[in-house]
């Protein structure tokens, strides 16, 4: 239903949907299919899509107001 913003691997779950300002808002998030447990860059994002009919989704992830941390852990 949203288009991929990594790539066609990409796995994207536990979307929040809510009603705001005459439209829909989407959080979900998204990651890497692969190796992601190992290598942060290609873990866990949270993504934005909105919605005027909740059919037609428009992806924004820039417009969700979350950005990574710049001070963010590595795995071991």
Known sequence: MIEDALN???CQALPTVFEHGGG???YFCY???TD???NAARGYRIGYAWSGDLR???RDD???GIELSSRGG???
């Open 36 to 38: 992601f447990r190992r």
């Open 74 to 76: 590595t795995l071991k």
């Open 56 to 58: 037609s989704w428009t």
């Open 31 to 33: 990651r890497h299919a």
């Open 24 to 26: 829909y808002h989407m």
């Open 62 to 64: 820039a417009g969700s």
């Open 8 to 10: 066609v691997d990409e």
